[in-house]
DNA sequence: GTCTATAATTCGATAGAC
DNA sequence: GTCTATCGAATTATAGAC
């Protein structure tokens, strides 16, 4: 990190600010402020903010879909296994990358087409093995995209609303993180629970 | 709303701008073209930018509060019927107002001492009746803030994720609408289930 | 490659006619 | 009160020296 290329100092930066802020509210200042770096560099070596945020994006929808593509369709894997491996993964994940899930949402919403280009997000959870475990453990009780929605719910959620969370439950950074870990145990017995639900 | 007052007309554009793109996206020209009126009114009736945004921003939280508050306290309630009661309301909320969560996550982040001005969310929420009942159902297996983020994910995060979900899931508005009233029937079951849980 | 200085554009705000 | 025209600040992008 230290004496890294120019390049990649500027990439570095402009992760951190575009994520923590969104593009909208990102100014190419900022990016070269963070990198420690002349704004001039920007344009010579990524041409336009546009430009150098789209990279920011397709980075960030990748680490977004890391650590659950792997494990859905291991076949060796029963339903409660894979859930507490994405549970336990995706902590870990949201815990060094607290910006994305906010970052995510707002620049999907704000430029949907982004989303499709690709990589499919259809396939991967809608023709898992993992979806059809769920909807064997469901039988026709209930719409197992539910089940996908509350996963997603009660692991993102929460850094999402982190900021309103710590203030709402007076907590510390070190209070909001051991939450968490007992989320990381706690998230596939919930679901399980909603399983059983009729 | 067809002849109401150039005020009004400008509030209810920036209403709904504001709350679909966030302060930074927004272009107080936008505004001034959703409300049909030149923007020159805008500093007219409302001096700035910013100044219009603090109003939209105090309507919008009190809007993500209503629906709440005054349930959480009625004495007579069980458990049970609070959260059939708030997750009906909730949604019904969210249903005509799609674009709030991402708008208050987004802002309060932005800009997290506006949580604080007027409204006691900790008051409204931890010192209830309401949380009195999480606990004690509770036992002390588990802290009951765990409770009230999930009630508060699997509620609110399915609409601010809902351009993601209507891509994932191949949902047509329709679709969408269906799966969040059968959300309404489901919450406080799943809930339920989740108290149960060891 | 890197920097300073500046051009070009966008955007919030205002002056002034009606 | 409402509009057109425009100003001035902020911001992206680039020219040109080193």
Do not use: C
């Not at 570095?12 to 704004?39: M, P, Q, S, W, Y």
């Not at 894997?77 to 910006?99: F, G, R, S």
């Not at 990381?184 to 639900?197: D, Q, R, S």
């Amino acid at each position: 990190m230290a004496d890294s290329s120019t390049e990649e100092k500027i990439r570095e930066a402009a992760h951190v600010v575009f994520t923590r802020k969104g593009f909208a509210a990102t100014r190419t200042r900022d990016i070269a402020e963070e990198a420690g770096l002349n704004l001039a560099l920007l344009n010579y070596y990524f041409r336009s903010k546009e430009n150098l945020f789209d990279i920011i994006m397709k980075e960030n929808m990748q680490r977004f879909l890391k650590g659950i593509s792997g494990v859905l369709n291991d076949e060796s894997m029963t339903l409660k296994a894979k859930l507490t491996v994405i549970a336990e993964n995706y902590i870990n994940m949201l815990e060094k990358n607290p910006d994305l899930p906010l970052f995510i949402l707002t620049e999907i919403k704000a430029n949907p087409e982004k989303l499709a280009v690709d990589m499919n997000f259809k396939e991967i959870i809608l023709r898992s093995n993992f979806y059809a475990q769920l909807r064997e453990a469901l039988g026709n009780k209930l719409n197992p995209f539910h089940i996908i929605m509350n996963i997603l719910s009660i692991t993102i959620f929460p850094f999402a609303a982190s900021p309103i969370l710590k203030i709402v439950g007076e907590l510390q950074q070190n209070d909001f993180n051991a939450l968490m870990e007992e989320r990381k145990k706690m998230i596939p017995l919930w679901i399980e629970a909603m399983l059983k639900v009729e």
